[in-house]
T-cell receptor, first 113, second 114 residues
Framework: GNSVTQMEGPVTLSEEAFLTINCTYT??????LFWYVQYPGEGLQLLLK?????DKGSNKGFEATYRKETTSFHLEKGSVQVSDSAVYFC????????????FGKGTRLHILP | DAGVIQSPRHEVTEMGQEVTLRCKPI?????LFWYRQTMMRGLELLIY????????DSGMPEDRFSAKMPNASFSTLKIQPSEPRDSAVYFC????????????FGPGTRLTVT
């Protein structure tokens, strides 16, 4: 079945450092890929999305490119801020199959001032 | 828009008691999802509805869990009887068919069963 694997955390960085959170997926069809973010005490919210191969999703300085050849969707940001501290979830959905979103286990990110 | 509303925000109960969690989705959304989040198991989909009809309940742990959606603006998740291993944060989320990929999550209900 479809699944998502993302790097385990926590990831701790200093402010203004470069961020990469790795994510790979397994899917039988042609899924759409997402990154969701969960700030402390809140529910998840959509950060960015890519619906087909080679698409790049971006939002709030974060980017991720849908790489079909490596089945990857790594999240990157050039210069992180303390306010980026949160849990990040890689996710996929195969809308032609069903309406569920399959989430990874999440990666906790700590940014030190 | 008020977003997805969940109540209560916190619930502490004793083992064996019945627990009812409530959710009001965003008006106009076709889908409603119930999730459970724990440190050990991460985020788990329990059940989801489309136009008030349960579509997939394969994530419901056992018969102690039940969910209903009597109308488009209200859903409940009931646990009877509750057990300590049910302690978790329970999230409700809703979405529209046209933007199925963007689920809007409520703030969650933190359940503690002692």
């Amino acid at each position: 079945g479809n699944s998502v694997t993302q790097m385990e955390g926590p990831v701790t960085l200093s402010e203004e450092a470069f961020l990469t959170i790795n994510c790979t997926y397994t899917a039988t069809g042609y899924p759409s890929l997402f990154w969701y973010v969960q700030y402390p005490g809140e529910g998840l919210q959509l950060l960015l999305k890519a619906t087909k191969a080679d698409d790049k999703g971006s939002n709030k300085g974060f980017e991720a490119t849908y790489r079909k050849e490596t089945t990857s969707f790594h999240l990157e940001k050039g210069s992180v801020q303390v306010s980026d501290s949160a849990v990040y979830f890689c996710a996929l959905s195969d809308h032609h199959r069903d309406d569920k979103i399959i989430f990874g286990k999440g990666t906790r990110l700590h940014i030190l001032p | 828009d008020a977003g997805v509303i969940q109540s209560p925000r916190h619930e502490v109960t004793e083992m064996g008691q019945e627990v009812t969690l409530r959710c009001k989705p965003i008006s106009g959304h076709d889908y409603l999802f119930w999730y459970r989040q724990t440190m050990m198991r991460g985020l788990e989909l329990l059940i989801y509805f489309n136009n008030n009809v349960p579509i997939d309940d394969s994530g419901m742990p056992e018969d102690r869990f039940s969910a209903k959606m009597p109308n488009a603006s209200f859903s409940t998740l009931k646990i009877q009887p509750s057990e300590p291993r049910d302690s978790a944060v329970y999230f409700c989320a809703s979405s529209q068919r046209t933007t199925y990929y963007e689920q809007y999550f409520g703030p969650g209900t933190r359940l503690t069963v002692t």
